[in-house]
């Protein structure tokens, strides 16, 4: 019997996403258990949860900046808090989705390259040229790629998608699902091992 | 030069500041610091940041229910979801703010006994009367409590402390503040271990 997958859901917004998109690769290997990556917009599920976006809620903001900045040196990750944050991901998550649709062999890489982009070097993925060209730089074809983001099957399949997440109770980033236990939370991976390891927590 | 001490901030109807209140004395004594516990409410202060406590909140209510039972599992920590929860907390946060001020040396250990209350025993705390209960079981006068907590200054006293608390940022349970950082939650105690023993994080 094959272990089932992991689902990874994450936001390309989100500073913990980033952190945890570092490390669920090697967790999973380590356990036996192929990552399903989902980039999510999480705006849509917030919005249906009458809350905001952690760095616009009074005090939390300020303090949620803070704790990313700290979180990072705390596990040695490379971080840089981007000027334009938080910003739009709906190109780059349906960039991400087409490529795994089409050159699946491409997609983790890709996510890994938007991330770093984004929190490393300070590079606002919210821009569809900029995806199209990170997308270029692993190999993609910029034209063929663009014209798939400005159709409307890609836009209707990542509503669909967000959609399943929501249907599935996710709701934040990073987000997983592992044999049914949902983990909210890159502070939340220690528990993650743990069920990995034991098959129960 | 002695060390400041680490200020701790807590909720009564918060499971999280429960777990945080059973470790953070050890936590302490390990590096040399003094405790100042602050049993404040949140109410007023979510109600500022336009937020609703966290198991009201669509999706991540009922994934919060299942992290706080997990919680309590990964840390070996004995809890019972209480039947009612969350509740009012206004009654416990003026008693004990009422013995720190009047029977300082029983303090820690209404604290500890109201939490083991609600939260292993199933019991109540919102109600006046099993508060004062609780309190005489530790050695403190039910007449004397019952006659403060009837009274207008113990209300005002607890006001101000909640106002001092919005003051200095705090907007969670727990929440520790310890040379000028701030640390919302139980999940950062690994994070708070780090400045406690370099000074720095």
Do not use: C
Request: glycine letters at 6%; zero cysteines.
């Amino acid at each position: 019997m094959t272990s089932a997958p992991i689902d990874f859901y994450f936001d390309f917004s989100s500073p913990y996403g980033y952190f945890a998109s570092l490390h669920i690769d090697k967790l999973a290997q380590q356990y036996g258990r192929q990552v399903n990556w989902h980039a999510i917009l999480l705006g849509p599920v917030f919005k249906m949860m009458h809350i905001s976006p952690l760095v616009d809620v009074p005090l939390k903001g300020a303090y949620s900046r803070r704790d990313i900045a700290r979180t990072a040196r705390f596990h040695q990750i490379a971080y840089r808090e981007p000027d334009a944050f938080p910003i739009a991901t709906h190109h780059a998550a349906r960039a991400v989705l087409w490529v795994q649709q089409h050159a699946a062999s491409h997609a983790v890489g890709f996510i890994h390259a938007l991330y770093a982009a984004y929190f490393t070097g300070n590079i606002d993925i919210s821009d569809l040229d900029t995806v199209i060209r990170i997308a270029g730089e692993i190999g993609i074809a910029s034209s063929t790629l663009r014209e798939a983001l400005n159709g409307e099957a890609i836009k209707d399949a990542l509503k669909e998608k967000v959609a399943a997440a929501v249907a599935h109770n996710v709701f934040g980033s990073p987000f997983i699902i592992v044999d049914g236990e949902p983990f909210w939370g890159f502070d939340r991976f220690d528990q993650l091992k743990v069920l990995l390891r034991d098959g129960r927590i």
